[in-house]
């Protein structure tokens, strides 16, 4: 049996909990929970690994399509052994990604501030929620990503790569990360304008702020990857993981968030 994450559950509950403790007008972030409600949701295993994607190539680009126009991964994230993490970077060992097709004229409509994006696309905007082991609690990231479908891979070692992008890659290869040398290109949009504005006034500068952006959200993004390429697959395992009826009942008896149904995803006898 597969076992239950509910990641999203705690999430909402516990951001909900801080919007209104410290009485945060945060509409994005509102918004993001929403969503978080609606998604087809998704289990997969451990660092969201279903196959080894350090060979990335123009074929998996070209099957990053979401299975729902609103998806949701949750996976655990316990530590590498060869992982040295970046000083800057907090032990998240729970992730969700959110995953919202979006075209680029909805993104740069709705999110002001974005970066701009491939024009006339249809893609996604990405959004890491995670667990900060340290305060043992939920954040929703700063930044969402906007990766459009149907694009070109590029030689990430060798290709055009912006200052923040260049320092992304090179702290994840500092902290012993296998990442391939293609990647595809995404632009950033901010979710929460009052969390930018506080990294700035600390002293961080806009490519400082913009490659931790980046690199928070590079786990959600491969995530999303795995997901795609895993959906192609003959030998994929789709496993329903429903609520259990007795639970359900007793958590609306006590008027809590309800839990989610999942499905677990599983390619049996390939790494």
């Known amino acids: 049996m597969t076992d239950r994450l509910n990641y999203a559950t705690h999430a909402i509950e516990d951001i909900q909990k801080q919007l209104d403790h410290f009485k945060i007008d945060e509409p994005l972030v509102a918004w993001t929970l929403d969503h978080l409600v609606s998604a087809a949701k998704f ?28 998806t949701l991964i949750e996976a655990p994230f316990p530590p590498r052994p060869e992982q040295r993490l970046a000083a800057t970077k907090d ?32 893609g996604v905007l990405v959004i890491a929620i995670y667990y900060v082991d340290e305060f043992k609690m939920w ?10 479908y149907n694009q070109q891979v590029y030689n990430s070692h060798t290709g055009y790569n ?34 930018l504005h506080g990294m700035r006034e600390e002293g961080m500068s806009n ?20 997901l795609c390429t895993a959906l192609s697959r003959s030998n994929v395992k789709l496993t329903d993981v429903p609520v259990p009826e007795k639970l359900a009942r007793k958590r609306e008896k006590m008027r809590k968030i309800p839990l989610y149904d999942y499905t677990a995803v599983s390619l049996p006898g390939v790494r």
């Not at 890659?169 to 949009?189: C, F, H, Q």
């Not at 980046?214 to 995530?223: A, F, Y």
């Open 43 to 70: 289990i997969l295993p451990d660092r969201g690994e279903l196959l080894d994607l350090t060979n990335f190539n123009q074929q998996h680009a070209d099957l990053i399509k979401l299975p729902y126009p609103v």
């Open 91 to 122: 032990v998240s060992s729970r992730r969700i990604g959110l995953y919202v097709e979006m075209s680029s004229d909805e993104v740069l409509r709705d999110f002001e501030g974005a970066e701009l994006p491939a024009p006339d696309s249809n």
């Open 139 to 148: 954040e929703v990231s700063a930044c969402g990503s906007y990766v459009p």
């Open 162 to 195: 912006t200052p923040a992008s260049r320092e992304m890659l090179a702290e994840a290869n500092a902290e012993g990360r296998k990442l391939s040398k293609l990647a595809i290109r995404s632009s950033l949009v901010p979710l929460r304008p009052v969390v």
């Open 207 to 226: 490519n400082e702020i913009a490659s931790v952006m980046l690199g928070n959200l590079l786990d959600e993004q491969i995530m999303m990857t795995q």
